[in-house]
């Protein structure tokens, strides 16, 4: 059974960083494209970063060169490192695994951000 824990979230000032951690139990991890999606209140979720088997990153258009997204396969563990925190970034965030041939993705339960003076 595949679980995805998110950690890292909390309250932050604009202007300020924080980094989110998403550990993966089982096996898929490193055959898995790894992504953070969130949520706002009374918004859809949105893709925020993916980071591919072979480490290439895409992101959105509201964080690129503000955020970035890494993989520690050692660790089973994926990254999102956010500065220049802004209000807007305020929501849920998830973490998504993707098997690369098994198919099916994974969802963790989320990590709330709060960018907030």
């Known amino acids: 059974q595949v679980q995805l824990v998110e950690s890292g979230g909390g309250l932050v000032q604009p202007g300020g960083s924080l980094r989110l951690s998403c550990a993966a139990s089982?096996?898929?991890?490193?055959?898995?494209?790894m992504g953070w999606y969130r949520q706002a209140p009374g918004k859809q979720r949105e893709l925020v970063a993916v980071?591919?088997?072979?480490?290439?990153?895409n992101y959105a258009d509201s964080v690129k060169g503000r955020f970035t997204i890494s993989r520690d396969n050692a660790k089973n563990t994926v990254y999102l490192q956010m500065n220049s925190l802004k209000p807007e970034d305020t929501a849920v965030y998830y973490c998504?695994?993707?098997?690369?041939?098994?198919?099916?993705?994974?969802w963790g339960k989320g990590t709330l951000v709060t960018v907030s003076s």
């Open positions: 998504n695994a993707r098997p690369l041939l098994a198919g099916g993705e994974y």
């Open positions: 980071i591919t088997v072979g480490s290439s990153t």
């Open positions: 089982g096996n898929i991890f490193r055959r898995s494209a």
